[in-house]
């Protein structure tokens, strides 16, 4: 089945830097990476995804790059804030009837 | 705006003792998992059903089960509460079976002594 590594595990920053959060997935089949970010006592929430067909996706402050050769995908987060505190977790499927299998989590902690 | 709804927030129980997590979603969606989340292992499939009637095993079942009551719930049984089945658990529902599109619940914290 399908793997997926992610780090770091924790990611300090200062506020106003950029913070990058690297995901591997093992299973080429995979054609679907969405990010989550969960914010202390919530359940995750989606804030960005990407498709095989498309190299990088982005949206405001935030930006997922995808290399589909080396089995990597990345998140990026500019011009970071405090609210950008939270831990955050990439995925992979198999898009239409794949089930989505999660990253570890990386704890992002932004300070002022 | 309700998405998807988890009782209870907060559990204790006792090893022995059974419990149900219950989860409905109003969004009409067809697809329901349940997650369990432990420091440094992400979140991890316990059971889903991928259409009312259905439930298929996940990555890790043991100790668990589960009933598709409807369309809109999907509950979660302990019927024999072990500590090592202390974590936070969410349940999340989808349009399709597919990873597009997981809403989740805000989870229950369960502790096992």
């Known amino acids: 089945g399908e793997n997926v590594e992610q780090h770091p595990s924790t990611l300090s920053v200062q506020e106003g830097d950029s913070a990058v959060i690297k995901c591997t997935y093992s299973?080429?089949?995979?054609?679907?990476f969405p990010w989550y970010k969960q914010e202390l006592g919530k359940g995750p929430q989606l804030i960005i995804d990407?498709?095989?067909?498309?190299g990088e996706k982005k949206d405001q402050r935030i930006a997922v790059t995808l290399n589909k050769t080396a089995k990597h995908f990345s998140l990026h987060i500019t011009e970071t804030q405090p609210e950008d505190s939270a831990v955050y977790f990439c995925?992979?499927?198999?898009?239409?009837?794949?089930?989505?299998?999660f990253g570890a989590g990386t704890q992002v902690v932004v300070t002022p | 705006n309700a998405g998807v709804t988890q009782t209870p927030k907060f559990q204790v129980l006792k090893t022995g003792q059974s419990m149900t997590l219950q989860c409905a979603q109003d969004?009409?969606?067809?697809?329901m998992y349940w997650y369990r989340q432990d420091p440094g292992m992400g979140l991890r499939l316990i059971y889903y059903?991928?259409?009312?009637?259905?439930?298929d095993k996940g990555e890790v079942p043991n100790g668990y089960n589960v009933s598709r009551l409807n369309k809109r719930e999907f509950s979660l049984r302990l019927e024999s509460a072990a500590p090592s089945q202390t974590s936070v658990y969410f349940c999340?529902?989808?349009?399709?079976?597919?990873?597009?599109?997981?809403?989740f619940g805000s989870g229950t914290r369960l502790t096992v002594v």
């Open positions: 995925a992979a499927s198999r898009d239409s009837w794949g089930k989505l299998q």
């Open positions: 969004m009409n969606h067809n697809s």
């Open positions: 059903s991928a259409s009312e009637g259905t439930t």
């Open positions: 299973d080429s089949a995979s054609n679907y």
């Open positions: 990407i498709r095989s067909n498309v």
């Open positions: 999340a529902s989808s349009e399709t079976q597919g990873g597009y599109g997981y809403t």
